[in-house]
């Protein structure tokens, strides 16, 4: 089975930064896509970045500039650094995976691409 384990949330004032990352275990096909979603309350869940196997990134527009995914394939661990953090950032984020596909290209940031969940962590900025 494939586990994901957020950690790094916290509360910080607005134009600080945070540090999440996800502890990967189980996924075992060669390509993979994992990414990061967040969800704020009465809201849906909405995907911020995602990196592919091959190292391909996507961001969504209200974060390009501010966050950068990034992995570290040796420890199966995938991290979103986030800058210049917003109150509107701020939500439940989830990490989230899919064994396969095809890596050479920018992975989507839709909920339905992705087929593990972690259990989230909570991002709360201040103003």
């Known amino acids: 089975d494939v586990e994901l384990v957020e950690s790094g949330g916290g509360s910080v004032q607005a134009g600080g930064s945070l540090r999440l990352s996800c502890a990967e275990s189980?996924?075992?096909?060669?390509?993979?896509?994992m990414g990061w979603f967040r969800q704020a309350p009465g809201k849906e869940r909405e995907g911020v970045a995602a990196i592919s196997s091959a190292g391909h990134t996507s961001y969504t527009d209200s974060v390009k500039g501010r966050f950068t995914i990034s992995q570290d394939n040796a420890k199966n661990t995938l991290f979103l650094q986030m800058n210049s953090l917003k109150p509107e950032d701020t939500a439940m984020y989830y990490c989230?995976?899919?064994?396969?596909?095809?890596?050479?290209?920018?992975?989507?940031?839709?909920?339905?691409?992705?087929?593990?969940w972690g259990q989230g962590t909570q991002v709360t900025v201040s103003s």
């Open positions: 189980g996924l075992t096909y060669r390509t993979y896509r």
């Open positions: 989230a995976a899919k064994d396969g596909g095809y890596p050479w290209v920018p992975p989507p940031l839709r909920t339905a691409d992705f087929g593990y």
